[in-house]
């Protein structure tokens, strides 16, 4: 209510108004989306469709890398859907990263409850989703996909990034906790529950964001071994399609592959593409 009566008495600038700065920042975790993400979804969507279109991000999190899209970018338009508020932290993070005084008026926040549909006032061009995908309930996916395909453009594009993949090396989320590779597959769901809870060491900073920030130690290693029970466990080839049973065709596909050796005892009931693949992109149309 209060940032409602702010907006209007002080509507939020035009990004080509802001002036920030990009080389003094300090947090990793900032870097790695405002940067990083936003430069991986650039290359992959084209210049065109950002600085013309409506790009709608499902799953934006905290809103970085919509943030680094629309500075770095020059995207025109950004919707930023998810069922957390941490986006509410985006303008403290912007301001002591980037020395953004205010955040753009081109970037707007939708919140939604799992499973629950977004509504746009105008249909989009453009869906980003990064490292959201494997945490979407099955129940769930083929109406997310749905409330996604009917609120793009006819033309409109869609460009869906997992990383890690639940069946790599450190698919489980938990790897910040110092588990070996693929100790989600090979040991016991106690054995994994007890390293987690038993772990004192410190979280390396690229991990590092609001979810950490806002609890005690112990609350943030539940959180995130709750997410670890809820990842969907999708694989590449599962995921695929379900993309093309949900009316999406593919464009272009890339995949990232870990140079570990994968253990025996595992190439028996998984494939090795599974094993050693632990990232995925990319890039689909309405079909
Ligand atoms: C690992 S975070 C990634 C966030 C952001 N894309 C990033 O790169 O930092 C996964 C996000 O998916 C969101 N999420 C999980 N289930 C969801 C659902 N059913 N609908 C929308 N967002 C969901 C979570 O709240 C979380 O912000």
Redesign the pocket.
Known sequence: MLDTLKNWLFPLPHAKDLQWKGDGISDAWFEA?FNY?ADVVAEWVGKPLLENGHTL??????G??ALGLILRHQARKFTG????Q?HKGLGKLAKAQIGLERLPRELTFQR?Q??EKFHLSEPCDLVI????FE???LP?MAG?LDNIRRALNPDGMFFLQINPLYFSPFGS?LSRFNLPPWAHLLWTPQQVTDAVMSFAGEIPSDEL?ENFHKRDFSAYKQFVLN?YHQLNQLTTSQLVQLLKDSGFELVREGYGRVSLPAPAELLERFSEHDLLTDEVRLLLRKC
Request: charged content about 20%.
């Open positions: 989306h993400a991000d499902f799953g934006c999190g905290d970085i890398t859907v998810d069922i957390s941490t939604i799992a499973g989703t990064w490292s959201t945490h979407i309930e769930y997310v989320h964001e997410e």
